[in-house]
């Protein structure tokens, strides 16, 4: 113990003294790195195995780099193994790219090897794992075996005789054509709840050479085969893999175990996920081969040598991997945060030059200039980099951007040179400037009010290089791609776009792969050297920083935050006295910065008091002329973030961000003036998060659903995403609309008698498989605790999917007599189920939030009668406070609760799609649950046992997921007032840097007057008087999270006596005396509703389509309709509905493709003729009931 203990002492003292000696990496960037179980130093062995396949990707990339911290830090090896198991795939060219790849990683393993080495070894444990009864020869056609395994149902050849296995195995090892249908499996366990123990393959036939052995094997073994089998023989003690092989571990160490091989330990980390990324091999070979990208080192891939290409250093990338750490937290993480990692590295040693954009530039002859050249440092604070060599002569370039308000008489500077004085500006009909004078003015040294230009000196002596920058955006315009999502209806076509430029007449010594920063302009990495003898122009990829998205669109150069340094001047020329830079001294940037807070806010309130457009258009001009000035004195867009404090003591607002591009220069006028006023009208600001929030919609609900729904809920602060898939954080706006739900239903069932209990969430297997059939439909969904710390549970212990299991034990022990019924129980609790494909906030989650409540009666009629009582509370909660329309009925045999007599439903419409949504369920269990549980009580007339009739019945938070989707639009949510959290916000408006204190403090105490008015008439509000927030911003904010009515009190309503309300559903806004205040709001919330509920209502109305005609069936829901059909109720047809109406080929291939499914038999029932025939094209029985069926989630 006291040796282990002294291990870890060292291991960590190690660890920290590494970190402290990297010089180039401060404390916070170096992640956690977590202690391997078990190692000693000079004992560990790791492996780094990619398949030659393709190149490495920063994936594999991270992997590489994470076994050689280990290899270091415990003075161990590491193996480089190629996984060679499928020749399908084995390239020899990948082989040869991979190691070279690891080599530009700077990863030195000591052992390389194939695992095509132990091929001998493997085909010799597969025979005796088949001689053993432990794997058996299969021809099952893969479909029909993958449906069995889903099914957890065996093979027919799971019972074969060894004989006839070895049968198999021999056909499979000749190649024959049997063999080639054949395959060797694991015979583990097909009912596990772990899919990877399903019998997994082992081997299988292939008949294509191998790029090492060539064609002497016709059986190849599969990864998880092969990969325990290597990692024990060749010696390795931990095996590192992602997280996304975890459910394989026991499968892994299965095949130690049956093989006798030794055991080692493997040990997890995440995957690096990325946004708007792909790192499958296969989908990024598809790329190629469409001609989207240029081969698999095009700038725009994930691969190592990609992003390399795209101007990513190895140092950059090593110090973003080691911030990374071994952890198991699995995130999606932004590209910017890799490149803000590489800015550090290239910023101090990156050349400086300039360029300006050919066809977009301005000349200036400078009088009295004689042509000569200097020698000045190509770094302004790192002599070491070597200088470069600038021409002055009397004629100039700038960019035209840059002077397209220019004024004769102004001064400006020239950087890197000094003042001149604008004495004459030439323009074009259409008020372009095309041409201008100045006269050096050097003696003038005051350059911090002037605007600062960058210019390249027309020379024949060192002409200008022909460059072209290349700007890139992602591949895939989708943030984060779902399971269920094909990454092809994501691919953006247009991610190239290239700037011709002229450039700096140094850039003709460029080098392929250096990187070098254009001023103003960013960081450029040179893909092609300029070729003087044919003119081909240098191409400079543009590299991201970190400070704008990396896949961002740019459609011009933009100017970087990157340039020289703001605190260092650049040496003077010989001739200048002074050589002005793009330096200025924080008072001034400070001072500048309110001026621009004060315009922007003095612009905000004329637009809010619907002042003159004329007006606007003059304040908003004013506006732009400053935020020029800022951008000429720090070289930089004004960021609404960096605005200052100083113009009052309120806290100023607007910050857009580096996602907003700022107007340009060179679309001044007009155009400008409108697209910065509409600008400030959704300009956002939240100046207290680190990083930018994007406050608006970026997507429709018409164009995108599924990302319009992941937007709605994350930006109206509903969800935040937890690092386990399928579960989801709660936020307090939300779990208030659930409690609005709770609080409603948990008062209407006590009035019917029902009383609240909690019963454990776990559930002993024995019950949770004492009614097979009802647990049958929950079975592939049933989460398992297996383990307690590193120990064996003696049996698995499962979590709830639903409570019947659970609570029917102790009904069998209460209910005695007819006196102990009825008994009506109820819980507000969560249950889990865990296994499908497609999450989906509030909609399908692994864990979920309902209440199930649990009766039992002496009669059928008292229970079937409470079935109905609950169904109506259901359709109350929807219709009377969620303002939902539903469609009440009776699921059909196959729809309804497993182990139940009947189910009945709401059913509610999402018109978006076209989907119907099951709302709630009420079910009558009739005696199945208390035959199977023995809950009896002695009849008191005939004093005999007789059973219970049983209800079940739950809503869940499905209900919050429903209402998204219904009630909300483009610009958030909506939500109906009787659930919201927040009914009425009050907003102070009015309030500018030029308000006195004593008005600021009467519009403030005013709001919180109103608010205590409301609240004092039961109606729930708040105010908002933040602040560090503009009312602009804070109206979005209200908008987005959907609160149904918003009032605003400015200085001339409280003058007034008075306020203005705007409805978040139809934005109508109403001037209301303060005397009527709480009368008129109560109106306006209650007239809220109900336009809510009869816009949703008469959506659906339109959308449920009444047809006897099977085409008219299949046109219709191919409409996104819902459709009520005569049906025979046969669970046949219903599968062959379902199957007869899939889309075989639909025109939009996002929209939905399945076929109709039943979603109820409404209870109010049309008239049916007697000789109506079911819709099933397949089916000649008379119809019994009109069904609605239709898509759903």
């Known amino acids: 113990m006291l040796i282990l203990m002294y291990y870890i002492v060292f291991s960590k003292y190690r660890t920290l003294l590494a970190v402290k000696e990297t010089k180039t990496q401060s404390k916070e960037d170096v992640g956690k790195f977590i202690e391997l179980p078990g190692a000693e130093i000079g004992k560990v062995v790791v492996r780094f195995p990619p398949e030659a396949s393709g190149y490495l990707h920063i994936g594999h990339a991270k992997a590489a780099l994470l076994n050689q911290h280990y290899q270091t830090h415990f003075q161990g090896k590491l193996i480089f193994r190629f996984d060679d198991t499928n020749p399908v795939k084995e390239k020899a060219d990948f082989e040869k790219v991979i190691t070279e790849d690891v080599a530009l990683l700077q990863v030195k393993p000591d052992i390389f090897s194939h695992t095509s080495d132990n091929f001998p070894l493997m085909l010799e444990l597969a025979e005796k794992l088949i001689k053993e009864g432990k794997a058996y020869g299969d021809d099952t056609p893969a479909e029909e075996m993958k449906k069995l395994r889903e099914q957890k149902l065996p093979s027919k050849n799971r019972d074969n005789s060894i004989e006839k296995n070895m049968e198999i195995w021999k056909e499979m090892q000749a190649g024959t054509e049997r063999g080639l249908q054949c395959c060797i499996r694991a015979k583990i366990d097909y009912k596990s709840v772990n899919g990877c123990l399903r019998d997994p393959t082992m081997y299988r036939c292939k008949l294509e050479p191998h790029p090492k052995t060539g064609t002497k094997y016709k059986v190849y073994p599969t990864y998880d085969f092969a990969c325990p089998i290597v990692d024990s023989v060749e010696g390795v003690t931990h095996a590192l893999r992602t997280t996304e092989y975890h459910d394989r571990d026991d499968q892994y160490y299965w095949f130690i175990e049956q093989m006798g091989l030794r055991r080692l330990h493997v040990w997890e980390y995440s995957r690096l996920n990325l946004t708007n990324t792909v790192l499958s091999k296969r989908k990024l070979a598809w790329f190629v081969e469409q001609g989207l990208v240029e081969g698999w080192d095009d700038p725009r891939f994930p691969t190592v040598r990609g992003i390399i290409r795209r101007g990513m250093t190895i140092e950059g990338l090593r110090q973003f991997i080691v911030a990374q750490g071994s952890s198991r937290s699995i995130v999606n993480m932004e590209w910017d945060k890799i490149w803000a990692f590489n800015r550090k590295v290239i910023d101090p040693i990156a050349p400086r030059y300039t360029s300006v954009i050919k066809d977009a530039t301005v000349p200036i002859t400078i009088s009295g200039v004689k042509e000569k050249s200097e020698s000045i440092p190509k770094h302004p604070k790192n002599n070491d980099i070597g200088t470069k060599t600038v021409w002055f002569s009397s004629n100039v370039l700038i960019d035209k951007a840059d002077v397209v308000d220019i004024q004769e008489g102004e001064i400006v500077t020239l950087i890197n040179w000094g003042n001149v004085k604008i004495s004459k500006v030439e323009k074009s009909e259409n008020k372009e400037v095309t041409a201008i004078s100045a006269n050096l003015n050097l003696e003038n040294t005051d350059f911090k009010k002037t ?184 070289g930089e867009d004004f960021a609404a973030g960096n605005r200052s404090k100083k113009p009052s003591k309120e806290k100023k607002a607007g910050n857009q961000g580096k996602e907003a591009a700022k107007p340009k220069k060179e679309k001044q006028g007009k155009k400008e003036v409108s697209k910065e006023s509409s600008r400030l009208d959704d300009e956002h600001n939240n100046p207290e998060r680190k990083k930018i929030s994007r406050l608006g919609l970026e997507v429709t609900k018409e164009e995108n659903l599924g990302e319009w729904y992941s937007q709605v809920i994350t930006k109206a602060e509903m969800i935040e995403y937890h690092d386990v898939s399928g579960c989801y954080i709660f936020r307090p706006w939300s779990f208030a609309i659930w409690e609005h739900i709770k609080d409603f239903f948990d008062g209407e069932i006590k009035k019917l008698g029902v009383k609240n209990v909690y019963f454990p969430i776990f559930v002993s297997k024995a019950a949770l498989e004492r009614e097979k059939t009802h647990i049958s439909d929950f079975a592939p969904e049933v989460a398992w605790v297996t383990k307690s710390g590193d120990t064996d549970l003696a049996e698995p212990i499962a979590i709830r999917p639903t409570s019947e299991t659970v609570m029917y034990p102790s009904y069998a022990k209460w209910i005695k007599s007819h006196r102990d019924l009825p008994l009506k129980l109820n819980q507000w609790n969560n249950v889990v189920r865990w296994e499908f494909k497609h999450p989906q906030p509030f909609i399908r989650t692994r864990e979920f939030l309902w209440q199930e409540g649990h009766s039992a009666f002496a009669s059928r009629q008292e229970a079937e009668e409470e079935v109905f009582t609950i169904l109506e509370l259901y359709r109350r909660i929807y219709e009377e406070l969620l303002a939902i329309p539903v469609v009440k009925g009776r699921k059909t045999e196959k729809e309804k609760f497993a182990g139940g007599d009947f189910t009945t439903t709401v059913e509610a419409f999402i018109d978006a799609n076209g989907r119907g949504a099951q709302g709630a369920t009420s079910h009558h269990l009739g005696q199945n649950f208390s035959k199977m549980f023995d809950i009896v009580y002695e009849d008191p007339e005939t004093k005999d046992k007789a059973f219970v009739f049983q209800n079940s019945w739950g809503i869940s938070t499905r209900t919050l997921g429903v209402l998204c989707l219904v009630h909300g639009d483009n610009k958030g949510l909506i939500i109906p007032p009787k659930v919201a959290d927040i009914q009425v916000i009050v907003i102070p408006c009015g309030i500018s840097a030029n308000l006195a204190d004593s008005q600021r403090k009467e519009i403030y105490d005013s709001c919180q007057k109103y608010v205590k008015i409301l609240k004092d008439g039961g109606i729930r509000a708040d105010c908002d008087n933040r602040d560090n927030y503009t009312a602009g911003w804070k109206f979005n904010h209200y908008e987005v999270k959907g609160v149904p009515l918003r009032v605003e009190l400015g200085p001339k309503d409280i003058k007034n006596n008075q306020f203005v309300t705007v409805r978040r559903d139809n934005a109508q806004k109403t001037t209301i005396s303060m005397k009527d ?117």
Not at 478 to 496: A, I, M, P, Q, R
Not at 1088 to 1105: C, G, P, Q, T, Y
């Open 1077 to 1193: 205040a709480v009368e008129c709001i109560k109106k306006l919330l209650d007239s809220i509703h109900v336009d809510m509920f009869n816009k949703a209502k008469k959506s659906m109305d339109e959308r449920i389509i009444r047809t006897d005609n099977w085409d008219n069936f299949r046109k219709q829901l191919e409409a996104k309709n819902l459709i009520l059909s005569p049906f025979c109720g046969a669970t046949s047809c219903e599968d062959h509905i379902k199957a007869k109406s899939a889309s075989e080929d639909p025109v939009d291939p996002r929209a939905p493709s399945m076929g109709a499914k039943s979603l109820c038999i409404p209870l109010e029932q049309p008239s049916l003729k007697d000789d109506t025939i079911c819709i099933s094209p397949a089916c000649e029985k008379n119809a019994r009931f009109y069904t609605l069926f239709g898509r759903s989630y």
């Open 451 to 634: 605007k600062k230009l960058t210019w390249l000196s027309k020379t024949d002596k060192a002409p200008f290089v022909p460059t072209i920058a290349v700007y890139y955006e992602y591949l895939i315009t989708k943030s984060v791609l779902g399971k269920d999502d094909n990454f092809k209806d994501y691919v953006n076509k247009k991610t190239k776009n290239e700037v011709e430029m002229l450039g700096d007449p140094e850039l003709k010594n460029l080098k392929v792969g250096d990187i070098i920063q254009l001023q103003r302009r960013g960081f450029f990495r040179c893909d092609k050297v300029f070729e003087p003898e044919t003119n081909k122009p240098c191409v400079l990829i543009s590299v991201p920083d970190g400070h704008t998205k990396a896949g961002g669109k740019s459609t011009e150069p933009k100017p970087s935050k990157g340039n020289e340094s703001k605190k260092a001047k650049a040496k003077p020329a010989k001739e200048p006295t002074a050589i002005p830079t793009t330096e200025a001294s924080s008072q001034e940037v400070d001072k500048l910065k309110g001026e621009i807070t004060e315009q922007g806010n003095k612009v905000r309130e004329l637009k809010s008091s619907n002042a003159a457009k004329e007006t606007v258009d003059v304040e908003v001009n004013k506006l732009l002329e400053l935020k020029k000035r800022y951008k000429d004195l720090t």
